[in-house]
Protein backbone atom coordinates (compact mmCIF):
# COMPACT_ATOMS: atom_id res chain seq x y z
CA UNK A 1 0.00 0.00 0.00
CA UNK A 2 1.12 3.55 -1.19
CA UNK A 3 2.08 5.40 2.11
CA UNK A 4 2.77 9.45 2.36
CA UNK A 5 4.68 11.17 4.90
CA UNK A 6 4.82 14.95 5.42
CA UNK A 7 7.72 16.51 7.38
CA UNK A 8 8.81 20.41 8.00
CA UNK A 9 6.06 22.12 9.79
CA UNK A 10 5.78 24.30 12.41
CA UNK A 11 6.18 27.72 13.83
CA UNK A 12 7.20 30.24 11.58
CA UNK A 13 6.75 34.37 11.93
CA UNK A 14 5.04 36.09 8.98
CA UNK A 15 7.27 36.98 6.39
CA UNK A 16 9.48 34.13 6.91
CA UNK A 17 10.22 30.77 5.11
CA UNK A 18 9.83 27.20 5.46
CA UNK A 19 10.30 24.31 3.40
CA UNK A 20 8.28 21.30 3.40
CA UNK A 21 8.92 17.71 2.32
CA UNK A 22 6.94 14.51 1.50
CA UNK A 23 8.40 10.55 1.20
CA UNK A 24 6.19 7.77 -0.83
CA UNK A 25 6.87 4.44 0.44
CA UNK A 26 5.06 1.06 -0.89
CA UNK A 27 5.04 2.01 -4.54
CA UNK A 28 7.02 3.45 -7.43
CA UNK A 29 7.73 7.39 -6.95
CA UNK A 30 8.10 8.45 -10.38
CA UNK A 31 4.65 6.99 -11.76
CA UNK A 32 2.37 9.66 -9.57
CA UNK A 33 2.40 13.29 -10.05
CA UNK A 34 2.28 14.55 -6.12
CA UNK A 35 0.01 17.46 -5.03
CA UNK A 36 -0.21 19.69 -2.01
CA UNK A 37 -3.16 20.89 -0.03
CA UNK A 38 -4.50 22.34 2.60
CA UNK A 39 -7.15 23.11 4.84
CA UNK A 40 -7.42 25.96 7.80
CA UNK A 41 -10.02 25.55 10.58
CA UNK A 42 -13.30 26.38 9.63
CA UNK A 43 -12.14 26.27 5.80
CA UNK A 44 -12.68 23.71 2.80
CA UNK A 45 -9.96 22.26 1.89
CA UNK A 46 -7.18 24.42 -0.73
CA UNK A 47 -5.20 23.41 -3.63
CA UNK A 48 -1.95 24.95 -3.34
CA UNK A 49 0.64 23.29 -5.94
CA UNK A 50 1.26 19.94 -7.64
CA UNK A 51 3.70 18.36 -9.76
CA UNK A 52 4.10 16.15 -13.22
CA UNK A 53 5.83 12.95 -12.60
CA UNK A 54 8.80 14.17 -14.40
CA UNK A 55 8.92 17.64 -12.82
CA UNK A 56 8.90 19.66 -15.95
CA UNK A 57 4.96 20.70 -15.06
CA UNK A 58 3.76 22.49 -12.35
CA UNK A 59 0.42 23.95 -11.57
CA UNK A 60 -0.11 26.38 -8.59
CA UNK A 61 -3.46 27.57 -6.78
CA UNK A 62 -4.41 31.71 -6.50
CA UNK A 63 -2.72 31.84 -3.11
CA UNK A 64 0.14 29.83 -3.61
CA UNK A 65 1.58 31.23 -7.18
CA UNK A 66 4.60 33.85 -6.58
CA UNK A 67 5.73 32.55 -3.26
CA UNK A 68 5.62 29.14 -3.19
CA UNK A 69 7.54 26.65 -5.15
CA UNK A 70 7.22 22.54 -5.65
CA UNK A 71 9.84 20.84 -6.43
CA UNK A 72 10.49 16.71 -6.34
CA UNK A 73 13.79 14.50 -6.10
CA UNK A 74 12.55 10.74 -7.84
CA UNK A 75 15.78 9.73 -6.83
CA UNK A 76 15.07 9.84 -3.02
CA UNK A 77 11.41 9.89 -3.76
CA UNK A 78 9.98 13.32 -2.19
CA UNK A 79 8.43 15.95 -3.12
CA UNK A 80 9.25 19.58 -1.65
CA UNK A 81 7.48 22.75 -0.75
CA UNK A 82 9.34 25.96 -0.41
CA UNK A 83 7.26 28.68 1.12
CA UNK A 84 8.83 32.12 1.11
CA UNK A 85 6.77 35.70 2.27
CA UNK A 86 4.12 33.51 4.97
CA UNK A 87 1.45 35.27 5.53
CA UNK A 88 -0.84 34.49 8.72
CA UNK A 89 -3.62 33.14 6.63
CA UNK A 90 -1.04 30.67 5.21
CA UNK A 91 -1.62 29.16 8.48
CA UNK A 92 -3.29 25.32 8.21
CA UNK A 93 -2.61 21.75 7.96
CA UNK A 94 -0.72 21.06 5.22
CA UNK A 95 -1.11 17.44 2.71
CA UNK A 96 0.98 15.82 0.27
CA UNK A 97 -1.05 13.39 -2.06
CA UNK A 98 -0.08 11.44 -5.19
CA UNK A 99 -2.11 11.15 -8.20
CA UNK A 100 -1.60 8.62 -11.23
CA UNK A 101 0.04 11.26 -13.51
CA UNK A 102 -2.42 14.02 -13.66
CA UNK A 103 -1.73 17.36 -11.62
CA UNK A 104 -4.98 18.84 -11.36
CA UNK A 105 -6.63 20.93 -8.71
CA UNK A 106 -9.47 18.51 -7.63
CA UNK A 107 -8.68 16.91 -4.46
CA UNK A 108 -11.05 13.79 -6.20
CA UNK A 109 -8.37 13.55 -8.66
CA UNK A 110 -5.47 12.06 -5.64
CA UNK A 111 -5.72 8.51 -4.66
CA UNK A 112 -3.15 8.63 -1.63
CA UNK A 113 -2.63 11.04 0.76
CA UNK A 114 -0.52 12.00 4.41
CA UNK A 115 -1.20 12.76 7.54
CA UNK A 116 -0.86 16.19 7.43
CA UNK A 117 1.56 18.25 8.67
CA UNK A 118 0.89 21.60 11.14
CA UNK A 119 2.37 25.11 9.55
CA UNK A 120 1.30 28.03 11.58
CA UNK A 121 2.42 31.73 10.74
CA UNK A 122 2.21 33.96 13.70
CA UNK A 123 4.30 36.42 15.71
Known amino acids: QVKLVESGGGLVQPGGSMSLSCVLS????????MGWFRQAPGKEREFVAA????????NYGASAKGRFTVSRDNAKSQVYLQMNSLKPEDTAVYYC????????????????WGQGTQVTVSS
Open 51 to 58: IHWDGRAT
Open 97 to 112: AADVLRIGQNPDFYNY
Open 26 to 33: GGIFSRYA
